[in-house]
């Protein structure tokens, strides 16, 4: 499967962002997720939609303030990020994977296939 990242851009602390993450085959198939890289950093954990489950599982830190939602029906994943800070600052990228193993489900060696990565860039 092939994923497209898009949505990022500039923003101001506080403000809000939409990503969306296109994919070529059946969201219904895989497992979603978010993952994000700041300069210097290792790529971290956002978000993940597991195949059979109606709700996500975030990161400690975007928890209450990240969304994550899947509509199958456009093979789409999206990411409403609210209250950003500049923290949050990074590439984002939208990872996917037919079997996720739970003990890595919250890394990337969890995950096959991933995006081109949007930038988000935020100001305090």
């Known amino acids: 499967v092939q994923l497209q990242a898009s949505g990022g851009g500039p923003v101001q602390a506080g403000d809000s962002l939409r990503l969306s993450c296109a994919a070529s085959?059946?969201?219904?198939?895989?497992?979603m997720g978010w993952f994000r890289q700041a300069p210097g950093k290792e790529r971290e954990f956002v978000a993940l939609?597991?195949?059979?489950?109606?709700?996500?599982d975030y990161a400690d830190s975007v928890k209450g303030r990240f969304t994550m939602s899947r509509v199958n029906s456009k093979n789409t994943v999206y990411l409403q990020m609210n209250s950003l800070k500049p923290e949050d600052t990074a590439v984002y990228y939208c990872a996917a994977s037919t079997l996720i193993h739970s003990a890595v489900s919250d890394s990337p060696l969890g995950y096959r296939y991933w995006g081109q990565g949007t930038l988000v860039t935020v100001s305090s």
């Open positions: 085959g059946r969201t219904s198939n895989y497992h």
């Open positions: 939609f597991r195949r059979s489950s109606s709700t996500a």
